[in-house]
């Protein structure tokens, strides 16, 4: 029985009659091959592991250096601001032309001219420190020099045209004032019209009155006493505005 077995095996430890117990098998699912369908659609070359599987490129087609680009003619504005080109350079056989002389005579020219030319009047100024500093009499302000213009003092013709604008808007803004003020004044009551509303407020007194003293003696519940309330109220009210009238002669409504 040693010489069957190894000394140094685990199943020394298990009789050698005894037999061991297949493994169970694997569970594999039967949706497996679907799923790695699925898997294998939806995968494009740049999503897998590994260099895309391209086409390889033909060896004919390999680099080649770019044309160049042909280069427009050149535009009629470029073409006029060249400038011209200037004479060239003598030669060093070329000598110039001698033994011309002019007849001229410079002196009395430059002399003549001077005496027929109008003589050039000195630029006035004016020295405002003692040491002599000089500025120009012109622009200095010394010279009355706007005060001889034609339309000297006149008022422009856009200022009196904006004088006209502000003072139209000035009138229409008043008379819109003057407008609401009349609107919003005070009317006076006329001394008729003080008693036929005299008369109606002393009426609807005693028709108040005459509804008061229809009520109960007992007011034994909340209608009741919040009726009287009310008449008692509208009562008060009107004494207050009689009251009023009565005492003021002269009254002023204001117009809404």
């Not at 009238?245 to 002269?250: L, M």
Request: glycine letters at 4%; one cysteine or more; proline letters at 11%.
């Amino acid at each position: 029985m040693d010489s069957l077995c190894p000394p140094e095996s685990i199943y020394n430890l298990i009789p050698c009659d005894t037999k061991i117990p297949p493994k169970p098998a694997r569970y594999v699912s039967i949706f497996k091959p679907t799923v790695k369908n699925e898997l294998q659609k939806g995968k494009a070359a740049w999503k897998t592991m590994g260099p895309a599987k391209v086409e390889v490129p033909s060896p004919k087609d390999f680099l080649q250096k770019p044309p160049k680009a042909p280069k427009p003619p050149p535009s009629e504005k470029k073409l006029d601001k060249i400038p011209p080109k200037k004479p060239p350079v003598p030669l060093r056989t070329d000598h110039p032309i001698m033994g011309i002389q002019s007849g001229k005579n410079f002196i009395n020219t430059n002399a003549a001219d001077v005496i027929m030319g109008v003589a050039k009047k000195p630029k006035p100024i004016y020295v405002d420190r003692r040491t002599g500093d000089r500025h120009g009499l012109e622009l200095s302000g010394l010279v009355p020099k706007y005060i001889n213009k034609k339309d000297y003092g006149t008022i422009p013709e856009y200022i009196c045209k904006r004088n006209e604008e502000v003072k139209k808007m000035q009138e229409e803004y008043d008379n819109y004032v003057q407008a609401n003020l009349k609107k919003a004044a005070m009317k006076r009551l006329s001394d008729e019209e003080r008693d036929s509303v005299l008369q109606g407020l002393k009426k609807n007194w005693e028709e108040v009155h005459k509804e008061f003293q229809s009520l109960s003696v007992f007011i034994d519940s909340l209608p009741k006493k919040i009726r009287k309330q009310k008449l008692e109220a509208e009562m008060k009210q009107l004494e207050h505005d009689i009251g009023v009238i009565e005492k003021h002669k002269v009254i002023y409504i204001a117009n809404k």
